[in-house]
């Protein structure tokens, strides 16, 4: 059985799937990208629980990651902007990952320009998504 916070990486995971994009989870970037970009989810930090009494319940701002990368010539910035605001739009759509968390928040990110020796220069950026749930213990 998944722990919670499996099973909402998960669902964030599945969340983005039908953009454009390609959308991987953990894996390393790949030597060619498609045109209507990257998606890279990292499983971040779940960081230092608050912790309640009665019942007991760990609250979690769990700070995922999405690594957000364009290799395209001309109007790459344009094709960047477009997956971000793509992102924005799938998160907001359900902000609360269909019930398994209590709110969904994507922080603007901030890209940079990363050059590749003999092809285009990548347009990438990193959006720290954080999760906010709760666990009746914080292996669960």
């Known amino acids: 059985m998944p722990t919670i916070r499996e099973t909402i990486l998960a669902a964030l995971h599945a969340r983005l ?35 309640t009494l ?10 995922a990651e999405l690594e957000v990368v364009i290799q395209a010539g001309t109007g790459r910035a344009g094709t960047f902007d477009a997956l971000v605001a793509e992102i924005g ?17 994507p922080e603007a990110p901030a890209p ?16 720290t998504v954080v999760l906010h749930y709760s666990t009746a213990g914080p292996l669960l």
């Open 112 to 127: 940079i320009d990363l050059p590749v020796e003999g092809a285009a220069t990548l347009k990438a950026a990193v959006i």
């Open 89 to 105: 739009t799938a998160l907001e759509a359900d902000r609360t990952l269909g019930g398994l968390c209590d709110w969904v928040e």
């Open 17 to 51: 799937q039908p953009l454009a994009a390609q959308v991987l989870r953990d894996e390393v970037l790949p030597e060619r990208i498609s045109a209507a970009g990257l998606i890279i989810l990292r499983d971040g930090q779940p960081g230092e629980p608050e912790v």
């Open 54 to 63: 009665s019942p007991l319940r760990y609250h979690y701002q769990h700070r």
